[in-house]
């Protein structure tokens, strides 16, 4: 599949989930490329006069919010939005994610916890059998060296993710730094998700493994069943 095709995959997948979206909602929404496209449809729907409002994730997610003329709230207005539609950089049969490109999975993990409802849109490229991606995780600057040390310990490789056309670390939305973590094949997403919020100074993972009951994948056009997540 070429740049282009995933693209529009994107972009079928962000306009499916717009179309669920239902007046008077509040929506989380996610951060990247996936979820723009799914923002760019609300704009038209809204521009149609659909009255919904957004949290975003990000200040990318809200800055592209306020283009489309999406009405921005929070959590502390609203704590249990309708449903969160967000992007994820891998997909696993069960539906757990690896997310976190954007180093924003800390918010987004908070307004899908929150949501009633998680809808993941994606490409095909995002689907796995077995997460095995690095995992992006939010350390405070403070306790960099020691979580390193303890990453390693636990058998994984810790890379301190550099800005581009910046020089030093990536600094997220909260003012952290983001360790990309390989661990090679995670037989049990739940378990190191677990393992690693337990380290002190790690603020949060990209191991998404707790809302797959409430979650919804949407790839290109079609809704999935897990049973579609084929090897
Ligand atoms: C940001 C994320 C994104 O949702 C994830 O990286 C997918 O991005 P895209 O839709 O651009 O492929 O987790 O932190």
Redesign the pocket.
């Known amino acids: 599949m070429d740049e282009q095709a995933h693209t529009a995959s994107?972009r079928e997948a962000g306009y499916r989930a717009a179309e669920l979206v239902q007046p008077g909602m509040v929506i989380g929404l996610?951060?990247?490329?996936?979820?723009f496209f799914a923002m760019e449809r609300l704009k038209e729907r809204i521009a149609a006069g659909l009255n919904i409002q957004g949290i975003p994730t990000?200040l990318q997610a809200a800055t592209r919010a306020r283009e489309y003329g999406i009405p921005l709230t929070s959590l502390d207005e609203y704590p249990e939005p309708d449903l969160a539609i967000?992007?994820?950089?891998q997909v696993d049969p069960k539906f757990r994610l690896i997310?976190?490109?954007?180093?924003?999975?800390t918010r987004?993990k908070c307004v899908a916890a929150s949501a009633k409802q998680f809808i993941v849109?994606?490409?095909e490229s995002?689907l796995t059998t077995h997460l095995n991606a690095p995992v992006?995780i939010e350390v405070i600057p403070f306790a960099a060296t020691p979580v390193v040390a303890r990453l390693k310990f636990m058998g994984g490789l810790p890379v301190i993710r550099q800005g581009v056309k910046k020089d030093g670390p990536v600094i997220t939305d909260n003012g952290n730094i983001i360790i990309d973590c390989s661990f090679g094949r995670i037989d049990s997403p739940e378990k190191l998700e677990h393992d690693l919020c337990s380290i002190p100074g790690i603020v949060e993972n990209?191991l998404f493994t707790r809302f797959t009951k409430k979650t919804l994948v949407i790839v290109g056009s079609r809704l999935l069943t897990s049973a579609d997540v084929i090897p």
């Open positions: 994107k996610g951060t990247g490329s996936t979820v990000s967000d992007g994820a950089d997310k976190g490109r954007g180093a924003a999975h987004e849109v994606i490409d995002k992006p990209g």
